[in-house]
């Protein structure tokens, strides 16, 4: 095994010294990190925004809901419910795949980010930020087509 | 001089100074390396293709080691990752070569004695799954603390305790019926 040992050491060195085996620039990792940060920042506020967005969909239907379902089910925007579950999906291999759950169960980490997103889409509806995003903000076009394209009120009907 | 580097030092030399210094990480770590990875994926060619490409694997992202944190875990999270890699790939149980490692000057008795208390622990170690007996043969054959041990397998420290426990009680069941 010791020639084996001596083969390794002698490979690894001469594919160093032929320039075969290059050592990445520190600049690889430091891009690597800004982009999972901003992949990670990203995914997160795009889910937050559409799991608001589901529910700004329900609670526009507001007390007929229950007569309504076939029709919500139609008109039901699924594309959102994709796009909330794709950029989960990628909050979560950014999560797996980077140190960010170093040392920590990475199912406490998964499902308390799934439960953060859904709890902070809700909360975003319910103080009516969703309101004031269709007014202004960086998602200001997309919920102006969505309430255009959809015939939604941006306030239910019937408030209980 | 060079012995008394830490190496953590070692590795900020080799980016600073002098890529050569790398050799002497290999030289640290090669026969440690081989032992894990041969335990891992039990077989001893495969296991110099392991090490040799977690080598290259850590001499190329070296820049994107932190120097304050332990260079072992870290290499031996490589090979953890690239024997997980191989088993993936092969999935299959090959036989543990004889005559594999631990050199000794002991008498031929005390070797043949030991060679065997080693074949009885490689048995009963391979017969438990691989996520209790791993942390048990980091701790006590590769002499790695339980911090280090949650750093390579990316496990709680707690954990670890749990699963060296268990395997420990796993082992002695499954030796006392050998």
């Known amino acids: 095994m010791s020639t084996e040992l001596e083969k390794i050491k002698g490979r690894v060195m001469d594919k160093i010294h032929e320039g075969k085996v290059k050592m990445k620039p520190r600049w690889y990792f430091i891009v690597g990190s800004v982009l999972t940060l901003i992949g990670l920042t990203l995914s997160i506020t795009t889910s937050v925004f559409f799991v608001g967005l589901i529910r700004f969909t329900l609670r526009s239907h507001g007390m007929m809901r229950e007569y309504r379902i076939g029709q919500m089910i139609i008109n039901f925007p699924w594309w959102t419910l994709i796009f909330a579950l794709l950029t989960l999906t990628l909050g979560i291999w950014l999560i797996k795949k980077y140190d960010f759950s170093y040392k920590i169960n990475p199912w406490h980490i998964i499902i308390g980010f799934i439960l953060a997103v859904i709890i902070a889409g809700w909360t975003i509806d319910v103080i009516g930020i969703n309101d004031t995003l269709s007014k202004r903000g960086p998602m200001k076009n997309t919920m102006r087509w969505y309430i255009k394209e959809k015939n939604v009120s941006p306030t239910p009907l019937f408030k209980k | ?178």
């Not at chain 2, 088993?87 to 065997?116: A, G, Q, R, V």
Request: aromatic share 10%.
């Open chain 2, 1 to 178: 001089m060079n012995e008394e580097l830490t190496d953590e030092q070692i590795v900020v030399k080799t980016i600073s100074e002098d890529k050569e210094y790398f050799a002497m990480i290999i030289d640290r770590y090669e026969e440690k390396l081989l032992r894990y990875a041969n335990y891992l994926i039990k077989d001893e060619y495969k296991a110099v293709d392991v090490v040799q490409e977690s080598f290259i694997k850590a001499y190329s992202n070296l820049n994107g080691f932190t120097p304050t944190k332990k260079f072992s875990s870290w290499i031996y999270r490589i090979v953890h990752n690239q024997s997980m890699n191989i088993i993936k790939k092969y999935l299959k149980e090959t036989p543990i070569p004889e005559n594999f490692d631990l050199k000794s000057d002991e008498n031929i008795e005390e070797e043949f004695e030991k060679k065997e208390i080693i074949n009885m622990v490689k048995l009963c170690l391979n017969q438990i799954p691989l996520i209790y007996s791993e942390p048990l043969t980091l701790f006590y054959i590769d002499e790695k603390s339980y911090e280090e041990i949650s750093d390579i397998l990316q496990i709680p420290m707690g954990t670890v305790a749990t699963r060296i426990s268990r395997a420990k009680l796993l082992m002695k069941k499954l030796c006392q019926q050998n």
